[in-house]
């Protein structure tokens, strides 16, 4: 029988215990720590925490994508491919990402097709030396059976639909011909063109202004919610959060370290790194006078090795003793509320450093 999720859909995407490390000449990076959840069809999760915190190589990994150095070495990464259905999404085949070849046929045909990625930077995601139009027709002819002309005619269709102007003579302009805010929706329509079932958007407006951004954001719930897509948005505004979001992972170190529907997260974060998140942004009814709580210290330095709780050298609520001496587990605290924290469970594990 099919998992079900809490909003009775099957997850596209489950991961479990993933770990992503990379290795240097400095030493060992472990990006990725142990990561698990789930995310059910038609949901937008997103993924928040400083930079440097594995968020991006979440996505890369799942995408089989990640550069080297860096290997996926324990964990799974299941895909449900599936097709939508009048009541959700029926799943047809559950692939297990990480048995994959990285660039062998199948993971190429599942990434552009039913995988997509919206990239921060269009400049450098977007090829300057083809047309709008070309560059969506080509994703489109390479995982569909089409002609070239069919593709150019759903290319236009795709970049009338992201809300671009005049779409027909639109697609027949290169990249640095569009302004900025062009340029990432002619982002969204490649990553769309095929209509993927999951959709990684790796903090997609963070180089545009606030009135671009709040348009872009717009467009992606709609598309989200005409096209049936689960999103995993990458960001690290909370703000942006709040408007996109159903439910939150705060990552830390290479790993998520509380996990809570959207209000939750907001009202009664209880890991100290999301309460401290959480102060460090202005809130509606601050005033100017009011200042902001930075976060103690600085995300350490990717090589370095602590030992237990990896946020405990920037706790204010540190147990001497406790929380320096194991991982603190995942303990489940009611109604898919997880977090990681010695102040809510005695479960931890002494992690081998070597
Ligand atoms: Fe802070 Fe200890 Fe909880 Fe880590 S385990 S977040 S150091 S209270």
């Given at each position: 029988?099919?998992?079900?999720?809490?909003?009775?859909?099957?997850?596209?995407?489950?991961?479990?215990?993933?770990?992503?490390?990379?290795?240097?000449?400095?030493?060992?990076?472990?990006?990725?720590?142990?990561?698990?959840?789930?995310?059910?069809?038609?949901?937008?999760?997103?993924?928040?925490?400083?930079?440097?915190?594995?968020?991006?190589?979440?996505?890369?990994?799942?995408?089989?994508?990640?550069?080297?150095?860096?290997?996926?070495?324990?964990?799974?990464?299941?895909?449900?491919?599936?097709?939508?259905?009048?009541?959700?999404?029926?799943?047809?085949?559950?692939?297990?990402?990480?048995?994959?070849?990285?660039?062998?046929?199948?993971?190429?045909?599942?990434?552009?097709?039913?995988?997509?990625?919206?990239?921060?930077?269009?400049?450098?995601?977007?090829?300057?030396?083809?047309?709008?139009?070309?560059?969506?027709?080509?994703?489109?002819?390479?995982?569909?059976?089409?002609?070239?002309?069919?593709?150019?005619?759903?290319?236009?269709?795709?970049?009338?639909?992201?809300?671009?102007?005049?779409?027909?003579?639109?697609?027949?302009?290169?990249?640095?011909?569009?302004?900025?805010?062009?340029?990432?929706?002619?982002?969204?329509?490649?990553?769309?063109?095929?209509?993927?079932?999951?959709?990684?958007?790796?903090?997609?407006?963070?180089?545009?202004?606030?009135?671009?951004?709040?348009?872009?954001?717009?467009?992606?719930?709609?598309?989200?919610?005409?096209?049936?897509?689960?999103?995993?948005?990458?960001?690290?505004?909370?703000?942006?959060?709040?408007?996109?979001?159903?439910?939150?992972?705060?990552?830390?170190?290479?790993?998520?370290?509380?996990?809570a529907?959207?209000e939750t997260l907001f009202y009664d974060p209880k890991?100290?790194?999301t309460a401290?998140?959480?102060?460090?942004?202005?809130?509606?009814?601050?005033?100017?006078?009011?200042?902001?709580?930075?976060?103690?210290?600085?995300?350490?330095?990717?090589?370095?090795?602590?030992?237990?709780?990896?946020?405990?050298?920037?706790?204010?609520?540190?147990?001497?003793?406790?929380?320096?001496?194991?991982?603190?587990?995942?303990?489940?605290i009611?109604?898919?509320h997880?977090?990681?924290?010695?102040?809510?469970?005695?479960?931890?594990?002494?992690?081998?450093?070597?």
């Amino acid at each position: 029988m099919e998992a079900k999720t809490a909003n009775g859909q099957p997850p596209v995407l489950s991961i479990n215990n993933l770990k992503t490390y990379f290795f240097t000449d400095l030493g060992v990076s472990r990006a990725l720590n142990g990561v698990s959840f789930d995310v059910p069809y038609g949901r937008v999760m997103g993924l928040v925490g400083e930079s440097g915190c594995g968020k991006s190589v979440t996505s890369l990994s799942v995408m089989r994508l990640v550069p080297k150095p860096g290997r996926i070495v324990e964990g799974s990464i299941i895909f449900n491919r599936g097709e939508r259905t009048k009541d959700g999404y029926k799943v047809i085949e559950s692939v297990e990402m990480t048995e994959l070849e990285a660039n062998g046929p199948k993971a190429r045909s599942i990434r552009g097709a039913e995988m997509g990625m919206i990239f921060q930077e269009p400049m450098t995601s977007l090829n300057p030396s083809y047309t709008v139009g070309n560059q969506v027709a080509e994703t489109i002819i390479l995982h569909q059976d089409v002609n070239r002309r069919e593709a150019m005619d759903r290319a236009v269709d795709i970049v009338g639909r992201v809300g671009l102007p005049n779409p027909a003579d639109l697609v027949k302009r290169y990249p640095h011909e569009l302004s900025g805010g062009m340029r990432q929706r002619a982002m969204v329509a490649l990553a769309l063109s095929c209509r993927p079932a999951l959709l990684f958007a790796d903090e997609p407006t963070t180089a545009l202004d606030v009135t671009t951004e709040a348009q872009i954001l717009d467009l992606m719930r709609e598309l989200q919610g005409e096209m049936g897509m689960t999103i995993v948005f990458i960001t690290h505004n909370l703000g942006v959060v709040a408007q996109m979001c159903d439910t939150v992972g705060v990552m830390y170190l290479g790993r998520i370290v509380e996990m809570a529907d959207v209000e939750t997260l907001f009202y009664d974060p209880k890991h100290p790194y999301t309460a401290a998140l959480l102060r460090s942004i202005p809130h509606v009814g601050s005033t100017t006078k009011e200042r902001l709580a930075p976060i103690r210290g600085v995300v350490p330095d990717p090589y370095a090795t602590i030992n237990g709780c990896p946020f405990h050298p920037r706790c204010d609520s540190f147990m001497p003793g406790v929380c320096d001496a194991a991982v603190p587990a995942e303990t489940n605290i009611g109604d898919g509320h997880m977090v990681r924290c010695l102040l809510y469970s005695d479960k931890g594990e002494v992690e081998d450093n070597g």
